[in-house]
């Protein structure tokens, strides 16, 4: 547990020294801090929600949210989720359960945030739910209650959110963290152990303090860890900014979308531990990256796994492995598992019209050689089928199966051999 805390220092924001601002937030990406200024000429109402983006010495001008998602009266307290597209925040806004809810609001496809949805019955009662907080691991919500049955004025409750996205009756957090008193703010460590709470009971400093206790187990989020890395052209070294997904393999839901910096190339992503997660990572004018892996530590935002990714630019030659393209073994049947890389490819090929490929099947060692043939051509036609049943050209495609023929690993290892059998795209044309 930390000992010691540094000074306090102000925030080196672009904007008035005089404003009332609060409810700070940032991004687990680290890329954009949400806040609310309050009694602005600059506003819709009473408070809004405001974001700045980070920049080299600090941030940004505050950018509002605008009139979808501000209204005349009063939003705050911003919890932005690990899926870099939703927040969740509290307001007084009109088609509410309460006098205050809990709402979400999400990022589009075309970069605009979407009108509101209530979280509804069983988040939000006809009282007060306020100051929302999502875990990074992107289904646990800690929010503060006075409408759900409590020991004070308000109580920290918990819900967690299922795999068709449905809240579950809310927890109380309990006795000695909930009192008579007014309990709020609660915020968790990305490890799920730690949490900090801002209340008025007895026995502080001020009207409200800050608290530090560790969870137990019944109310722990799962745990995350933190990947770290640098997007850059693989000829030139040049840092790019791309766009990244996690797309969760059995689920094949997508967990994650992000951007790496525009002017670094670097990016910073929250995993959940323990899934089967797709990486595909992607830019106009460059094939597309992906891999897949699973995590079971714990790493730190300060001590994350790191991974740098080259980008080839799309030119006649140019090949790429499909590392979520999945098979049974000795097999050509996809498995569902592959779904998500197979629409990637698809919509590659339908944003670059003009290009042509050959899908190739790659085999390890074992067996013979005529059967690694065939099984290689086989899967290649696999892909070639998936494409073609979706509506592309069959100009624009070929299969060819390579067998053993072109290793790029050693076939005396298992992991060798692992490499070795996969399946790539070759830019023909």
């Not at 990637?344 to 099947?361: A, H, R, V």
């Amino acid at each position: 547990m930390d000992t010691a805390w540094t000074d306090v220092h102000e925030l080196n924001i672009d904007f008035q020294s005089d404003l009332n601002i609060g409810a700070m937030v940032i991004s687990p990406d680290g890329n954009y801090l949400f806040f609310v200024i309050c009694s602005s000429s600059l506003g819709y109402g009473s408070c809004d929600l405001y974001y700045a983006p980070r920049k080299e010495n600090g941030w940004g001008s505050p950018v509002n949210l605008g009139p979808v998602v501000n209204t005349g009266v009063w939003e705050s307290q911003p919890s932005f989720s690990s899926d870099g597209r939703t927040l969740y925040f509290s307001s007084t806004r009109p088609g509410g359960k309460g006098s205050s809810d809990i709402w979400k609001t999400r990022i589009d496809e075309s970069g605009k945030w979407t009108k509101p949805v209530n979280l509804g019955w069983p988040v939000n009662t006809s009282k007060e739910e306020m100051a929302p907080f999502i875990h990074p691991d992107d289904k646990t919500l800690y929010f503060s209650s006075s409408g759900h049955p409590g020991m004070g004025d308000a109580d920290l409750f918990v819900s967690r959110k299922d795999s068709l996205g449905l809240w579950a009756t809310p927890r109380n957090l309990g006795y000695p963290i909930n009192t008579e008193k007014g309990e709020i703010n609660l915020i968790v460590s990305p490890d799920a152990r730690r949490a900090y709470i801002s209340s008025d009971k007895a026995g502080g400093s001020g009207n409200y303090d800050i608290y530090v206790f560790d969870l137990n187990e019944e109310i722990r989020p799962e745990p995350v860890s933190y990947l770290k890395g640098k997007v850059f052209d693989a000829e030139t070294q040049v840092p790019l900014q791309a766009s990244f997904e996690l797309i969760d393999l059995k689920s094949q839901q997508k967990r994650v979308e992000s951007f790496s910096d525009k002017r670094t190339g670097e990016f910073l992503v929250v995993i959940p531990v323990g899934s089967n997660l797709a990486l595909n990572v992607s830019r106009e004018g460059y094939l597309f990256y992906s891999d897949h892996f699973s995590l079971s530590e714990v790493k730190s935002r300060t001590d994350p796994y790191l991974k740098d990714i080259p980008l080839k630019p799309i030119r006649t030659g140019e090949k790429t492995v499909l590392k979520n393209i999945f098979f049974e073994l000795d097999r050509y049947d996809l498995k569902k598992e592959s779904r998500a890389e197979l629409q990637k490819l698809f919509d590659f090929l339908q944003k670059n019209p003009s290009i042509k490929i050959e899908i190739s099947g790659h085999t390890d060692s074992t067996g013979s050689e005529a059967y690694n043939k065939e099984l290689s051509a086989n899967r290649a036609k696999a892909v070639y089928d998936f494409l073609v049943d979706h509506g592309i050209d069959t100009g624009r495609l070929s299969f060819k199966g390579y067998g053993e023929s072109q290793p790029i690993a050693d076939n005396e290892t298992t992991q060798g051999r692992a490499l070795n059998r996969r399946t790539e795209f070759r830019i023909v044309e």
